[in-house]
């Protein structure tokens, strides 16, 4: 029961923030949808972060309400069913949502419309993730427009509907230790995968081979799923920063990128990691590898107790275009380069985001207008790259078709940063030797 009373003590925690603006406020939080992948088959189903931060539970067609009112946490989930369970595997079931999952109520989902309007009457407040699921949003709305037409319930109605956000993406973006532990595994994990890839890469090998090695590592390891889609990109396909195709044949003398990474439950890792295919980099790879290494360690560096997403940022622009200056890819002053966006071109993107349930994850980057300061507990990315296309005219022709990423997952805390991807060869030399061992 040490996993319920974890969903327990963040329910508790969700309903100290809900009740202290209306003390009878009501939230709606609904599973994820099941997306059809072709005719009778469904994609492979993840549950939505936000409803497996409060309720552990990982079926879908469920509803998660919480009541403030008497801290009442209703569940509307499938009910047991004996021939379905043969094709789908078994289901919690009502009593399962009790007795398991520490439901104060539960009823099958097929109640949700009679029983919704009952549950929401008499909250001031609503917190409803207005828009993220329209066919869910028709019950809710239903569910309010019912309560508003009946007479005796009328004046009942919730008045505003708040997404359950403000409250519940602040919670996400501190982590507690043991999320930090789930976290540390998924970065252990990926560490050992980045590794295999590296080990095993060779001309003439193709992408996907190298992304089977990492999908390979991820499950035997026990990670149930990769984070998000892995990229492989060799040669040019490494300056195409969503490139998941990952159908190409890997050359000698050529880079390869690969950002790879796998959830532990339900936590994220999230790394990239470039090296050459034969082992050794040429002399313009190593040029901008060891710029985009400067940037991404000025980056970490940057990771600190009351800095923002925009000071590590600013640190990785500053590195990447002195570095740009440095071997002549840009000229001019490095302040006015900067002033003027002139490294956009080649480092189009940012250098930091949020890391947890989601690969990209929630929580808001500003307060109040300005970048918020970090705090202990939050995890981000560093993850500056140099990409030089293929057909980069402003450049002479040994640089082009280069892209380097160098991507790490760092967390927050007062003793200055935590980098939980440690480990995973980051130096030309690290990355070299690693490479050609066998
Ligand atoms: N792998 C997605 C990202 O780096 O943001
Ligand atoms: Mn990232
Ligand atoms: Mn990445």
Redesign the pocket.
Known sequence: MAEGNLFAQRRDAFFQAMSARDPKAVAVISSAPVAIRNNDVEHDYRQDSDFYYLSGFEEPESVLVLQANGRKVTMFVRPRDAEREVWDGARAGVDGAVSAFGASQAFAIGELASKLPGLMEHAERLYYRVGRDRSFDEKVFSALESIRRTKGTRDNCPYEIVDPGSILHEMRLRKSDGEIECMRRAASITKEAHIAAMRAAKPGMFEYELEAILLETFRKRGSPRVAYGSIVGSGPNATTLHYTANTRKMLDGELVLI?AGCEVGFYAS?V?RTFPVNGRFSKEQRAIYEIVLAAQLAGIDAVRVGSTNEHIHRAAVEAVTSGLVRIGLLSGSVTELIEKEKYKPFFMHGTA?W?GLD??DVGRYKSAGAARPLQPGMVT?V?PGIYIAENCTTVAPEWRGIGVRI?DDVLVTEHGPDVLTRGVPKTVDEVESTCLAS
């Open positions: 950002d999230d990239t985001h890391l690969v990209h990315t993850e991507e």
